[in-house]
Structures are given as C-alpha cells and as structure tokens.
T-cell receptor, first 114, second 112 residues
C-alpha cells in the first residue's frame, strides 16, 4: 500500500491563480479530509468527505473547493489564490467510526502564494 | 464542539531525561484521543490513541499517555528521550463524526 499520497510536494503561485492539490489513498477509507497547517495554529480542517459524492465544510473552507467522485481521490481546488493561503496542506483518510477515526496523513504540500 | 489545548509551545529537554507534554481537551462525552508526531518537513505520524478501557496507553517509540477524565487531560510521557525525539507533537480529540480537532502543537528540542 502506498497509503495517502499528495502531489505536488511544493508549489508557488501568483495571487489570483488557481490550482488543484491532488490527494489519493489506496486503503479503501471512507473518510478523507484536508487540513492546513500554519505556525502556532496546529492543523485546521478545511473540507472533509464521508464517502464518494459527499463533502462538507470544515473550520476554514473559504477560498477552497472539493469534490469526491471516487473513494480513492479527494482533490482540493484553490479558486483564486491569495497570500493568506500560503501554508502547508495535508490530506488525511481514516477507517469507519469503529476504528475511532485514526487518521493517516499524506506527506503534505507546501504552497507559497506571492 | 470539541477543542484541545496544549499549554506548552516549546520544551527543551536533555538527552536521556524524561519528557512530559501536556494536553487538555474539552468535550462533553468520552472522546477519542490521539498524539501525533511531526518531524521537520514530514507528515504526521500516529504515536498512540485512546478509545476506551485502560487509561494508560502505550505507543510507538517508547511513548505512553494517560487519560484522566477528572482533569480532562491526556498527557504524553517518555522516560528517556533520544535526540531523534526532537519534533513537533500534536494532541487531537475526536467525537463521533470523523472530525478531529488538533492542538497548536508543542515543539520539543533535545540538547546533548
């Protein structure tokens, strides 16, 4: 198993550009989520999905879109990048509720918006 | 909604000394509790977790944590730290809806 994979590892965008961060998992997990990590703030939930075709907003959803057309993939779209979106982005997935939501994290994407 | 507080932003400890990282949570029912570690430039790795049962849980890399309901705490401990334990540590709490809430993290520096 590759686990949770994310691409790209690094990205630099100009203000106003759009892009998609890719996330895939091969563990047949129902639940997938996106977090952003900023210094002194821990990880904050952007969007999550409890299964294919079902998504919902987390704590900081503004400026981001998601979709979940398959169990394996959960891309995060930045619609019009802003410097405030400079951050490290992590994708995570987990088993069903019976496992207590232990989440498996990808390696992260470091995004800089200039 | 659940929340987590990690009171210590940064801890410096000598190699071979003991380490304790504090975590306090806020949640009305019995939570799911986790400790994750993040080495520089890496993703998060699960150290240990508590769902129910024995309140002292053992994890990887020689770490353990104790759930104390009366204090709403889930502190992480290691009897003797190694230089490789230098990292950032995150406590997280989960409820019944898949979502996790993370603390702000504690950075651990290990001096020789």
């Amino acid at each position: 198993n590759a686990g949770v994979t994310q691409t790209p590892k690094f990205q630099v965008l100009k203000t106003g550009q759009s892009m998609t961060l890719q996330c895939a998992q091969d563990m047949n997990h129902e639940y997938m989520s996106w977090y952003r990590q900023d210094p002194g703030m821990g990880l904050r939930l952007i969007h999550y999905s409890v299964g294919a075709g079902i998504t919902d907003q987390g704590e900081v959803p503004n400026g981001y879109n998601v979709s979940r057309s398959t169990t394996e993939d959960f891309p995060l779209r930045l619609l019009s990048a802003a410097p405030s979106q400079t951050s490290v982005y992590f994708c995570a997935s987990s088993y069903s509720r019976g496992q207590g939501h232990e989440q498996y994290f990808g390696p992260g994407t470091r995004l800089t918006v200039t | 909604a659940q929340s987590v507080t990690q009171p210590d932003i940064h801890i410096t400890v000598s190699e071979g000394a003991s380490l304790e990282l504090r975590c306090n949570y806020s949640y009305g029912a019995t939570p799911y509790l986790f400790w994750y570690v993040q080495s520089p430039g890496q993703g998060l790795q699960l150290l240990l977790k508590y769902f129910s049962g024995d309140t002292l849980v053992q994890g990887i890399k020689g770490f353990e944590a104790e759930f104390k309901r009366s204090q709403s705490s889930f502190n992480l401990r290691k009897p003797s730290v190694h230089w490789s334990d230098a990292a950032e540590y995150f406590c997280a709490v989960g409820a019944g809806d898949y979502k996790l809430s993370f603390g702000a993290g504690t950075t651990v520096t290990v001096r020789a």
